[in-house]
């Protein structure tokens, strides 16, 4: 057999980041197409006769989370983390990829037209533009866990940690570019949906990306067999068991539902805080949230590359929980200075970029290769509890503290932020401990 057979493409440098870049382009799409809605907030919320759409802010809240809804209370995300163990990454990418896609235009087709009727309460463009985010949210949140299977696969024993901060950098990139872009690009085409109109087209080139993704992981299967000393071990049922009570597994995953329910939900509501707390010109009030994912886009791979090379990743998590919990204190406060909220976002940005970066390169060191498409999926799927809920809650809180000029005190909403945040810091160190116990190796580098 020859020697190029005899060496996995995952062994050359070159070719591993080749993959990662062609996944990480199909991410980047999606969290563009995530976010695009995140500052039309203001278009969406003003009269049909002014020129929006006439949501309320309990509409807007019930929209954002209809995000998870079927991964949530259909358990569709953890199916999918089944089917990425049991059918593979090359299988379970193209669904994932395709789902996104149609997701995106229902909710474009919602957008462009308008429906009468209500039902639940909710306005029929709603529920229709619903329909279309949660099947999308299927698609995305299946697509990320197959992405870091991708990444693992490829990665382990080399820079694991760098790779997956480069990844979520890239994915922030395509968050800042829709928190930056979305509503200049809106008025000037004079339509709401001609901003998801272009992340659609962005999700099909996405989806494109990822049928030549599987070019590359078919060869480097057909080469891993080729060296394999001995088969590796595959998904079984039974293996569940092993997930399900592992304390540090569910510190994780805990430690990721408090967190990220402290940013995602908070960055869908920050345009508006801008404009009606802080006095920014509503053109460029979403360019202050975009400072976060902007951040993050050098700082996730510069933090992935110390825990690659130091260690310290429940550390890193920690430390990122205290200040994720700084800053919602202060936004709660009676401070409506500019400067002040600029400096909060920016250190919101780094407290985004510790947390993932040490976090994610940590679950393979708790869960063994053959469940870790179930391990993640599951972590999504807590997430995803907090991503449908919080948006709910506070889309709620806001509407019940809204004057009768239409300004919001945002007191109640920016302390609920901070109550996460706060949570978070325990179960980090509750980490910490069970890590010092049972020896996962969380303080320790990745390259080996």
């Not at 049991?86 to 308008?114: E, Y």
């Not at 080729?226 to 430690?255: Q, R």
């Not at 869960?367 to 449908?388: E, K, R, V």
Request: aromatic fraction near 12%; include cysteine.
């Amino acid at each position: 057999m020859s020697e190029a057979i005899q060496k996995k493409l995952s062994d050359s440098a070159a070719m591993r980041w080749i993959a990662l870049l062609i996944v990480s382009v199909t991410m980047m799409f999606a969290y563009f197409f995530t976010d695009v809605m995140s500052p039309l907030e203001p278009l969406l919320t003003i009269s049909k006769a002014d020129g929006g759409l006439g949501w309320s802010s309990d509409e807007y809240g019930f929209f954002s989370g209809s995000y998870g809804f079927f991964n949530v209370f259909l358990l569709l995300l953890f199916f999918g983390g089944i089917i990425l163990d049991k059918f593979g990454i090359r299988f379970t990418g193209i669904l994932s990829t395709a789902l996104m896609f149609v997701g995106a235009g229902i909710k474009w087709w919602a957008l462009d037209n308008t429906f009468e009727g209500e039902l639940f309460g909710y306005q029929m463009q709603v529920i229709y533009a619903c329909l279309g985010f949660a099947t999308y949210g299927v698609g995305c949140e299946i697509a990320g866990i197959t992405v870091s299977k991708v990444i693992v696969k490829w990665f382990t024993g080399h820079e694991l940690a760098l790779a997956m901060g480069v990844q979520v950098g890239l994915a922030r990139l395509g968050t800042a570019a829709a928190l930056s872009f979305a509503l200049p690009f809106a008025k000037s085409m004079g339509s709401v949906a001609a901003s998801v109109g272009l992340g659609a087209a962005l999700l099909c080139a996405g989806m494109l990306a990822f049928f030549v993704y599987n070019v590359l992981d078919k060869k480097e299967d057909k080469a891993s067999q080729a060296v394999a000393t001995e088969p590796e071990p595959g998904f079984k049922f039974s293996d569940l068991k092993m997930l399900f009570t592992n304390k540090g597994f569910w510190y994780i995953t805990i430690l990721c539902l408090m967190f990220y329910a402290g940013v995602f939900p908070f960055l869908k509501f920050a345009t508006k805080l801008m404009v009606m707390k802080y006095g920014v010109e509503e053109n460029l009030a979403g360019s202050i949230p975009s400072m976060l994912p902007y951040g993050t886009i050098v700082l996730t791979p510069v933090f992935g590359l110390i825990y690659d090379k130091i260690g310290r990743g429940a550390t890193l998590m920690i430390i990122g929980s205290i200040l994720l919990t700084v800053v919602h204190v202060v936004f709660a406060l009676p401070i409506t200075s500019v400067g002040v909220a600029i400096t909060m976002m920016l250190i919101l940005g780094v407290a985004f970029g510790l947390v993932p970066s040490a976090m994610w390169p940590s679950v393979p060191k708790i869960i063994p290769m053959q469940l870790l498409g179930t391990a993640y999926a599951l972590i999504f799927y807590i997430q995803n509890i907090g991503l449908s809920l919080v948006p709910i809650l506070i889309g709620k809180v806001n509407q019940a503290n809204t004057d009768a000029n239409g300004m919001i005190d945002y007191t109640h909403t920016m302390t609920i932020f901070a109550i996460c945040g706060a949570i978070a810091i325990v179960i980090a160190f509750l980490l910490l401990l069970e890590d010092k116990k049972k020896g996962y190796g969380l303080e320790k580098s990745n390259i080996k």
